[in-house]
């Protein structure tokens, strides 16, 4: 079992940026590729970005390519999300996932991933 925990949302004017922890217990993250993905009032929850178990490539949603970085210290167990240059339409509860191995075939999806934290919100006002 992993047991995931996102923090550090919060509310940050547009153009601003922040930086989201999900710290991981019960299992190293080093074989497990890593998603994030977001939910906003009255939509379905979305893939953001993530970053495969082995090479650590990276993959973004094109809402957040070139605003967002995903990246991993395994050696923390924890990955990152920082995020610049926000927008209002960030808005959201970020989740941070986990699949065991994962393929970039398949990080996309939500039902790929078996282990989800229970999110942080980040407000981003006007």
């Known amino acids: 079992q992993v047991q995931l925990v996102e923090s550090w949302g919060g509310l940050v004017q547009a153009g601003g940026s922040l930086r989201l922890s999900c710290a991981a217990s019960?299992?190293?993250?080093?074989?497990?590729?890593m998603g994030w993905f977001r939910q906003a009032p009255g939509k379905e929850r979305e893939f953001v970005a993530a970053i495969l178990w082995r090479g650590s490539s990276t993959y973004y949603s094109d809402s957040v390519k070139g605003r967002f970085t995903i990246s991993r210290d395994n050696t923390k167990n924890t990955v990152y999300l920082q995020m610049n240059s926000l927008k209002n339409e960030d808005s959201a509860v970020y989740y941070c996932?986990?699949?065991?191995?994962?393929?970039?075939?398949?990080?996309?999806?939500?039902?790929?991933?078996?282990?989800w934290g229970q999110g942080t919100q980040v407000t981003v006002s006007s």
């Open positions: 996932a986990a699949v065991l191995l994962g393929t970039a075939q398949i990080i996309q999806r939500e039902a790929s991933y078996n282990y």
């Open positions: 019960g299992r190293t993250l080093s074989t497990y590729t």
